[in-house]
Every structure is written in structure tokens, then in C-alpha cells.
């Protein structure tokens, strides 16, 4: 079960960055993604339970996903939670490797039951 929440969050973050709309503006940063995370746009359009999506959680996402080489725009479009966007070739890209980092934020975060 613990399993299919922490895939379930890692999948709902990358489907939300290629498809969310780009709002403009300089990257977001960590708290700014992580507060949308817990209790923004961002956090809505995954539709996760916020028993799932705790503090340490997100931030701990928040981190991995400005770290990223995925694109300013495409950060700022989870923050301001716009599902229009399309990402590029190169956020397809960023986001392969950020599945990994974001699996292990839900390995460490998500509790066992």
C-alpha cells in the first residue's frame, strides 16, 4: 500500500510539471514550492490527501524540484497550479532524473502504517 502512495507522488509530481501552465517570473523558490505543495494550486491539481503530503514531504519535493535542471517556467506553473502548460524536450529530461530524488523525499517522508 505504502508503495502505490509513494509512486502515486511520485507520478502526480511529474504529471503536474508537463502539464501545468507557465505563469513567468524567476524561479520559485523552495518554501515558495513547498508551501504550494501543502496548502496551494500545487498541491489541489495532485490531488494527493494531505495525510500524504506532509510538511516534511514537501519540502523535501520543494528541494528537489528547484534543484532541478526542470525549467523556471515549468516550476512556477506547479507553484501558481496552471494545468495548461506543456513542457519541453528538456523538462521531459529534468524530470526523468527528478523521479528518483522525489521517490526517495516519499521513501523518507511518507510514514508506514
Keep these: 500500500m505504502m508503495m502505490v502512495r509513494k509512486f502515486g507522488v511520485v507520478a502526480a509530481t511529474a504529471a503536474l510539471l508537463l502539464t501545468s501552465a507557465c505563469g513567468g517570473g524567476d524561479r520559485p523558490s523552495v518554501d515558495e514550492v513547498s508551501k504550494s505543495l501543502t496548502d496551494g494550486k500545487a498541491g489541489g491539481l495532485m490531488s494527493l490527501p494531505s495525510s500524504v503530503m506532509t510538511d516534511e514531504l514537501a519540502d ?3 528541494k528537489a524540484i528547484v534543484d532541478s535542471k526542470v525549467s523556471d517556467d515549468a516550476v512556477r506553473a506547479l507553484v501558481d497550479g496552471d494545468k495548461d502548460y506543456k513542457g519541453d524536450k528538456d523538462d521531459t529530461e529534468a ?4 523521479g528518483t530524488k522525489i521517490a526517495e523525499c516519499a521513501k523518507d517522508a511518507v510514514p508506514t502504517q
Design 60 to 62: 523535501c519535493m520543494a
Design 95 to 98: 524530470l526523468s532524473g527528478l
